[in-house]
């Protein structure tokens, strides 16, 4: 059964507290994908790695942090200095085999709120 | 900044009738779109692309038409169903640089609420 999967399905933050979002894909995607996503709006990128051991930052990607470390797993922690972290965070994947058209998709997403 | 909006935040539509969702994009340099729908509290899910050297693709149920001369997208949606209530969002794809990879810049979305 393929696919992307994201752990867990709600995740509670405390003040102060480092947190990190699981994402996995076995669709032997090179390209993988982090996005928040705020109610009644779209989604914003934090960072996307095109590679193992490589990543780069989005729109918003202070407060988070990222590794690769592989080509499976891309994991997200969303830091202390996240001061407004309350969202719905979607990882996403693509092949990454080049070209100009990149369809991404999604996993079911992690729901992040703060105590 | 270029960026990918939409007309109508929400669309109700009567079961049977024929849905329309606009999306208008500003960045000269995209040339490929993607659709996606998205249920309450679930990821997007991929309905349809186009490439930017076609004017219109279908699939089933769904037609994509996209306007370059007025950088216009359009989805609709064949004998809307209470199955296809949803947020429907448009995305674009944008090649950041050779190394940086693709990215994708998605608009506010619109809800479309399927009246019975």
């Known amino acids: 059964d393929g696919g992307i999967t994201q752990s867990p399905k709600y995740l509670f933050r405390k003040e102060g507290q480092n947190v990190t979002l699981s994402c996995e894909q076995n669709l032997n995607h090179d390209a993988m994908y982090w996005y928040r996503q705020d109610p009644g709006q779209g989604l914003r990128l934090i960072y996307y790695?095109?590679?193992?051991?490589?990543?780069q930052k989005g729109d918003i990607a202070e407060g988070y942090s990222v590794s690769r470390e592989k080509k499976e797993s891309f994991p997200l922690t969303v830091t202390s200095a996240q001061k407004n972290p309350t969202a719905f965070y979607l990882c996403?994947?693509?092949?990454?085999?080049?070209?100009?058209?990149?369809?991404?998709?999604f996993g079911p997403g992690t729901r992040l709120l703060v105590l | 900044g270029e960026s990918v909006g939409l007309h109508l935040p929400t669309l109700s539509v009567q079961e049977g009738d024929n849905s329309i969702i606009n999306c208008a994009y500003s960045n000269s340099a995209s040339d490929y779109f993607i659709w996606y729908k998205q249920e309450s509290g679930k990821g997007p899910q991929f309905i349809i692309d186009?490439?930017?050297?076609?004017d219109k693709r279908q699939g089933q149920r769904v037609t994509v038409l996209l306007n370059k001369t007025v950088k216009h997208l359009s989805l609709q949606i064949a004998a809307t169903q209470p199955g296809d209530s949803a947020v429907y969002f448009c995305a674009e794809n944008i090649r950041a640089s050779v190394a940086a990879g693709n990215k994708l810049t998605f608009g506010g979305g619109t809800r479309v609420l399927v009246k019975p």
């Open positions: 996403a994947s693509s092949t990454g085999q080049g070209g100009n058209q990149e369809t991404q998709y």
């Open positions: 790695s095109q590679i193992v051991n490589d990543f």
């Open positions: 186009i490439r930017s050297n076609m």
